[in-house]
């Protein structure tokens, strides 16, 4: 059985992972940056030692059990176990533990589940996404690395807590520990390194700049201060597009632009009050799931283009746009509707920062729907997730308040996620921004954009 598992991982091609591999050290931390091979290896080392030691008892965790399950778990059971040796294995839902033919057994565990970890006793653990942890989690681990003797009777010649890690902040436990104390013995490797990737996802990748380039692509650990959301981490908020419900509120946003790009985003809302439902996939709050980001085109034709893109979803509840009122005539005129967004820059962005924080943003990697050459050449962002990076605060005079303009410059996603956000912030409920508008005598209900269903019938906006 090692053999077929070896044969399936070929680590030649990917340095790190056979140092990481090999490595008998009592800690040690696989840090990389995206698609770097991390959960992979991690996967791959445990499987290898439960079946190089009948009888150990391994664990694979991960911050959160619904982190755990719904990207390390799926790399293990999809590519790392060969399936005629899952034939032979068992399975236990209802405790998540794994029993291989030669009763080693793996443990998959989330340290938000306390209760299990109780007096659990491993022979190695691996975490993946380590960085996630905060240092009394790790004693912890540490503390159930305890197994010695096997079922069989034999002695486990080596206990292991090894980690794989999107890098974070210098001033992060796990850093001093690792790089500064040296208590971790450390294999580091860039998204570059792995050659086992499409080639359109190594594409995406080199649009980032900056911080992130470094961190997520290089794999170094440096931090963030001085961006205006500092907290916004493509690791946790630009996800892989899932099927949207069609129950949810949808949502446009729009930033007007020639010479700088226009942009319209589509957001879907995990339907307030319904949240509990969606808790084991830890869907919440906002999703923008297509965006357009383009230069040199007129509001024409990005109309008619915002129209035949919306063709397929459920009715959209409001288009919150920009001031312009020329563009906003036109863009009424061919069939996009839209509402004068709320823009106050500071109040804002605390609102963004806030959801952020709470992960209720976040953004679909496949969301662009056609990349602008142009923009690629001037080495411009190219979409919304490519702004992040490059917004800072302004350079203001000493002894002024450094937060509170941040520079007018690359910001027309940054514009969108505030227009959204801000415009339903603090009011709750879709309902009240509704009732507010039809107050207002300038701009008629049927703006909205709401009353048609896609198959043309009249459709009530007070189904969401
Ligand atoms: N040695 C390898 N051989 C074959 N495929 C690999 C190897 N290492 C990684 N991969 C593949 O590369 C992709 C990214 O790896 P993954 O471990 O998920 O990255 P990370 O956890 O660092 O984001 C996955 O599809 C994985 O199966
Ligand atoms: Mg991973």
Redesign the pocket.
């Known amino acids: 059985m090692t053999t077929a598992v070896q044969h ?7 340095p790190a ?1 056979r140092k990481f591999m090999e490595s008998q050290a009592s800690e040690l931390l ?1 840090s ?13 080392k445990g499987l290898f030692l439960c079946l190089r030691y009948p009888g150990t008892v391994g664990v694979i965790m991960r911050k959160t059990f619904t982190s755990l399950r719904y ?2 778990m799926e ?1 293990f059971f ?3 176990i060969p399936p005629e040796l899952m034939a032979r294995s068992s399975y236990n839902k209802v405790t998540n533990i794994l029993t291989l033919p030669n009763q080693s057994r793996i443990f998959f565990l989330g340290i938000d589940e306390p209760l299990k970890i109780g007096g659990l006793e491993a022979g190695w653990i691996y975490v ?2 380590i960085v996630e942890l905060n240092e009394d989690d790790y004693i912890m681990v540490l503390g159930r690395c305890r197994l010695t003797k096997l079922v069989g009777g034999e002695v486990l010649p080596f206990r292991q807590v090894f980690g ?1 890690t ?1 890098p974070g902040a210098p001033s992060h436990w796990l850093y001093q520990r690792a790089f500064v104390e040296g208590k971790i013995e450390i294999v580091e ?1 860039s ?1 570059l390194d ?4 499409p080639p359109d996802y190594i594409e995406v990748l080199k649009g980032f700049t900056g911080r992130y380039r470094d961190r997520y692509v290089l794999g170094k650990w440096v931090g963030f201060e001085g961006l205006v959301y500092d907290n916004w981490d493509p690791a946790t908020h630009w996800i892989e597009p899932f099927d949207i419900p069609v129950d949810w509120p949808r949502f446009r946003t729009i930033d007007f632009g020639f010479t700088n790009p226009f942009g319209c985003g589509w957001w879907a809302q995990v339907p307030p009050g319904k949240e509990e439902e969606y808790k084991e996939q830890g869907w919440k709050g906002f999703y923008l799931y297509r965006e357009i980001y383009m230069s040199q085109r007129t509001v024409e034709v990005h109309a008619r283009d915002i129209v035949r893109y919306s063709r397929d979803d459920p009715a959209v509840t409001a288009t919150f746009s920009d001031w312009d009122s020329g563009d906003r005539a036109i863009l009424e005129k061919n069939g996009v509707p839209t509402v004068a967004a709320k823009k106050d820059i500071s109040s804002g962005i605390q609102e963004v920062y806030q959801a952020i924080d709470d992960n209720r943003i976040r953004i679909f990697k496949n969301s662009l729907v056609e990349r602008d050459q142009e923009l690629v050449n001037a080495k411009l962002p190219t979409c919304t997730v490519e702004e992040f990076p490059n917004y800072q605060w302004a350079e203001v005079p000493t002894g002024k308040n450094q937060k509170e303009i941040p520079r007018d410059k690359d910001n027309h996603g940054m514009d969108m996620v505030r227009y959204l956000i801000y415009s339903l912030g603090g009011r709750g409920s879709v309902q009240q921004v509704y009732t507010e508008r039809r107050a207002a005598p300038r701009v008629p209900a049927r703006s909205w954009g709401l009353m048609r269903g896609t198959g043309g019938r009249p459709r009530s906006w007070m189904r969401f």
Do not use: H, M, W
Request: hydrophobic content about 25%; overall charge neutral; some cysteine.
């Open positions: 399936r991982l070929d680590t030649s091609r990917i992972q696989y990389g940056a995206f698609a770097a091979g991390k959960s992979r290896i991690g996967c791959e990207t390390t790399t999809r590519d790392v993946d996404e794989t999107n490797s998204t792995n050659p086992f990737l």
